[in-house]
């Protein structure tokens, strides 16, 4: 099965800057990668999806790529705000199922 | 508003007392699924269904049962709860048609189980 590494439990960040957030996984390539945000207490909330043949996707002050060849997705919060302190859970399906397996999340601290 | 809803919210039962947490969506979507969440473990995915009457293990089935005899309901089953089962539960749904990939989940289940 797929195996997801998100490569920090927890990021602070100063209140204005861009914070970068990585999930690399091993096995095969997915044919999509999701990103999630979850507050305390509450079921996680979708983001973005990426396929595997796009490089870059942008949706307001979100940009997530997706490497194929580094099995990398990097996750991007340009002018953070205090608001975007959440944890950010990436997410992948099985190959050929539609099973997503949750990588365990970055825990995002956006300090004013 | 679509929607997957849960109940109960919270509960604290005692071991080996048979349980039923609810869920349902809104959205007439084939796919629902159960997860469970752990501090240090992350999501781990318990069952899933692709449509009516039809089911699937997880990663971590074990001392759990689902049904799903209408498309918008999915009920997970305790039959015998233990206390490694104190967790916070999710449901989940997403439709099957086109490319559509998101998953909408509910609000969560925490469960104590003394």
């Known amino acids: 099965s797929q195996k997801i590494e998100q490569n920090s439990e927890a990021l602070n960040i100063q209140e204005g800057k861009t914070a970068t957030l990585t999930c690399n996984y091993t096995?095969?390539?997915?044919?999509?990668l999701q990103w999630y945000r979850q507050d305390p207490g509450r079921g996680p909330v979708f983001l973005l999806l990426?396929?595997?043949?796009?490089k870059e996707k942008r949706k307001e002050r979100l940009k997530v790529t997706f490497d194929t060849t580094l099995k990398q997705s990097l996750f991007h919060i340009t002018a953070s705000q205090p608001a975007d302190s959440a944890t950010y859970l990436c997410?992948?399906?099985?190959?050929?199922?539609?099973?997503?397996?949750f990588g365990k999340g970055t825990k995002l601290s956006v300090i004013p | 508003e679509a929607q997957v809803t849960q109940n109960p919210r919270y509960l604290i039962t005692v071991t080996g007392k048979k349980l039923t947490v609810t869920c349902s969506q809104n959205?007439?979507?084939?796919?629902m699924s159960w997860y469970r969440q752990d501090p240090g473990l992350g999501l781990r995915q318990i069952y899933y269904?692709?449509?009516?009457?039809?089911?699937d293990k997880g990663d971590v089935p074990e001392g759990y049962k689902v049904s799903r005899k209408e498309k918008r309901n999915f009920p997970l089953i305790l039959e015998s709860p233990s206390p490694n089962q104190t967790s916070l539960y999710f449901c989940?749904?997403?439709?099957?048609?086109?490319?559509?990939?998101?998953?909408?989940f509910g609000p969560g289940t925490r469960l104590t189980v003394t």
């Open positions: 997410a992948l399906p099985g190959a050929g199922s539609y099973q997503l397996t």
């Open positions: 959205m007439n979507h084939e796919y």
């Open positions: 269904s692709m449509n009516v009457e039809v089911t």
């Open positions: 096995n095969y390539s997915p044919a999509y």
């Open positions: 990426i396929r595997e043949n796009e």
């Open positions: 989940a749904s997403r439709g099957l048609a086109g490319f559509s990939y998101e998953q909408y």
